[in-house]
């Protein structure tokens, strides 16, 4: 059980959406929230409040009388409750009510404590709104993708439940719930914030670290099979580069690499002095998609925890318009909704995950072209060549979605559009950047599913396996149970899948 209390950490959020614990609400909390709400409601009485006496937006100079003003905020969801495309997954779903329940938590946005109780059961009994993944720009937030959640919540729109989707009003009966109670802006703090963007950006930073964990494991596989020597990895070559992210991976590889009886070290070989030839047979070096692993996967680390930090600074925050002050009796008229950190942040996630996903591409091309490795058949192919065909099939979709990715990896992050009668005149595009982000990430898990693939079948036609490292071995025993070892042509789409799924699962 996760209390929402004073500060919400990246972990407690990543347990709540992927480790199935329960959201449960302090004291301190409801007093918060209430307090804010009887002072908003007070406070605005006799002034000009945006979005509890006036209109959204560019229609902000129309003063909305006190009996048409709860109508005007079911009014703004039910319109704005437009977005299209594909819905997005239960978990960034769930993501995004997590963020946005702690963000109005803090108490700067006057909603009726009903909201925030709503909220915590949506979460903990797996009821995730219909969000559609097109529609928002980022300005006032994610305008349309939370005005489908406030849709739920004030008992209307769809959900997921139980794996099916269903009516909100249905799965309420169901379970007892009742919606909202909409007092005085109730509509306009649910829908002006990050929260999608934020939400999924939670989602996708978790996946990238099991990425990166991934190509991690990978890389040191392949070098397990060539051989290669320790240099590369030690902690004297990488400390003589003060770059953190470096210098932790090299640590990873070194601890990964710690029992494998395949890899050498230089001053047994090349440093023994018996060198007499001219031409080298062995490599002297790896290729730098073999030998840059630390300094390649280095700058992914540091940017995904970068990544991270600036994301638990933003469900952290107030993030809607206008602010709530208790403390000082005020309202303050602002910008906190717009959602140039969680772009700008996508952005730089996604480009350095399609980074891995090249040199995953790279590896896999190295392990597919006999030319290069020399040990290995062409295309690892275990079969008869020319008759049989190995893992030819699936470098074109490795290339392919890497090529994809490249593209996707362009940035969102300055393709303001002007909109809203260019009230929203420059906006994040951050929802969009997150959504991007999450399919450069599954293309990522696509790629390297294949080239997992292919180590195992290396591993298998070298008779390696007794002699990788412990760590290696697990995932190559996983791997195996999934697709046993093959020499004989066979459809790969469901094995790719399954692996992918693995990738994603562990």
């Known amino acids: 059980m996760n209390t929402i209390n004073e500060y919400l950490s990246l972990a407690e959020f990543e347990a709540i959406i992927f480790g199935k614990s329960k959201v449960a609400i302090s004291d301190v909390v409801l007093n918060r929230v209430n307090e804010s709400f009887n002072f908003l409601k007070e406070f605005s009485g006799n002034k000009v409040i945006y979005g509890v006496n006036t209109g959204f937006g560019p229609m902000a100079q129309y ?30 779903a769930k993501a995004a009510i997590l963020a946005r329940l702690n963000t109005l938590s803090l108490g700067n946005s006057g909603v009726h404590s009903s909201v925030i109780h709503l909220m915590a059961e949506l979460i903990n009994r797996d009821i995730t709104p219909l969000i559609f993944e097109h529609g928002g720009v980022g300005a006032s937030g994610d305008l349309v993708q939370l005005s489908h ?41 649910l829908i002006n914030g990050t929260s999608v963007m934020t939400g999924i950006g939670v989602v996708n930073v978790h996946y990238a670290n099991k990425l990166l964990d991934w190509s991690l494991k990978a890389s040191c596989a392949i070098n397990e099979l060539v051989q290669a020597y320790d240099d590369h990895f030690s902690e004297e070559l990488n400390q003589t580069k003060r770059h ?48 840059c692993v630390p300094q390649i996967l280095g700058p992914v680390l540091e940017t995904i925890n970068n990544v991270a930090s600036i994301l638990e600074d933003e469900f952290n925050s107030a993030n809607d318009n206008p602010i709530i002050d208790v403390k000082n009796k005020h309202v303050y008229h602002g910008g906190n ?21 090249m040199l995953a591409e790279r590896q896999l091309n190295y392990l597919l072209n ?10 690892v192919n275990l079969g008869t ?71 195992v079948q290396a591993i298998d036609y070298l008779k390696q396996k007794d002699q990788i490292s412990s760590t290696t071995k ?30 994603i699962n562990s």
């Open 244 to 291: 953190k992210g470096q210098q932790e991976v090299a640590e990873r590889m070194r601890k990964n690499l710690s029992d494998s009886t395949l890899i050498r070290k230089r001053e047994d070989h090349l440093y023994s002095g018996e060198n007499t030839e001219e031409i080298f047979k062995e490599k002297v070096q790896e290729y730098y998609s073999l030998r």
């Open 149 to 189: 959640l406030a849709l739920v919540l004030i008992g209307e729109g769809e959900v997921f439940y139980k794996g099916e989707r269903r009516s909100t009003a249905e799965v309420f009966e169901i379970e007892g719930l009742k919606p909202i109670q909409v007092e005085i802006r109730e509509g306009l703090a």
């Open 337 to 357: 909704f717009h959602g140039d950190y969680i772009s700008l942040e996508m952005d730089k996630l996604k480009i350095v995950i399609t980074k891995l996903t």
């Open 63 to 92: 003063r909305i009388k006190e009996s048409d003003q709860i109508q005007l905020q079911y009014n703004l969801i039910r319109s704005h409750s437009s977005g299209t495309g594909k819905p997005l997954n239960a978990e960034c």
């Open 474 to 503: 697990k995932w190559y025993d996983d791997i195996r149970n999934i697709i046993p070892e093959f020499k004989e042509d066979q459809v790969m789409y469901p094995f790719v899948q399954k692996v992918k799924d693995y990738l």
């Open 385 to 455: 060549l020319g008759f049989n065909f190995g893992m030819q099939g699936v470098q074109f979709v490795a290339t392919s979605t890497t090529a994809e990715n490249q593209m996707l990896s362009n940035p969102m992050y300055v393709h303001s559009i002007p909109n809203n009668n260019d009230n929203q005149d420059i906006v994040s595009m951050g929802t969009n950047a997150a959504v991007i982000t999450s399919k450069v990430i599954e293309n990522s898990f696509e790629v390297l599913a294949i080239e997992l693939i292919t180590i």
């Open 370 to 379: 006999s030319k290069i490795n020399e040990i290995l058949p062409p295309f």
